[in-house]
């Protein structure tokens, strides 16, 4: 069931921000399924790893936001001499692969963690 939930969430969140953006005027059919892809992953894994995020040491959280947030909008603003809806896509790029890459993380460290689980469960008997 939580697999499903998860399935349904990474849809959903990979949608919006190309949604967003195609009826902003912009639609780069590349750059749009890497944000799409990046958004998926983001909700796809929120829901599988919710209680390890919830249980996690609030100064990573604070300091990843911080870096993302800070890319997105201070790195990639609309100042820059290309187009701003392009600034935009990029703001959704850097925050979507931001975030996926943290929980990327977080997900790797999971199954880590269930494999010496299971090894050092074998290796009692």
């Known amino acids: ?5 998860a ?3 990474g849809s959903i969140l990979g949608f919006c921000p190309v ?3 195609y009826t902003g005027g912009f639609w780069d059919p590349l750059l749009s399924v890497f ?6 992953t983001i909700g796809y894994l929120l829901v599988r790893r ?9 100064w990573w959280s ?6 993302v947030v800070g890319g997105a909008f201070l790195g990639a603003h609309t100042e820059l001499p290309y187009p701003e809806d392009l600034a935009i896509a990029l703001s ?13 993380g977080i997900q790797m460290r999971h199954e880590m963690s269930e494999t ?3 090894s050092s469960t074998l290796t009692a008997d």
């Open 1 to 5: 069931m939580r697999h499903t939930k």
């Open 7 to 9: 399935l349904l969430a």
């Open 19 to 21: 949604a967003i953006l």
């Open 35 to 40: 944000i799409w892809a990046s958004f998926s």
């Open 50 to 58: 919710k209680d390890e995020i919830q249980n996690s040491n609030p």
């Open 62 to 67: 604070v300091l990843h936001v911080f870096l």
């Open 92 to 104: 959704f790029l850097i925050l979507g692969v931001g975030w996926a890459s943290m929980l990327i």
């Open 116 to 118: 010496r689980t299971e």
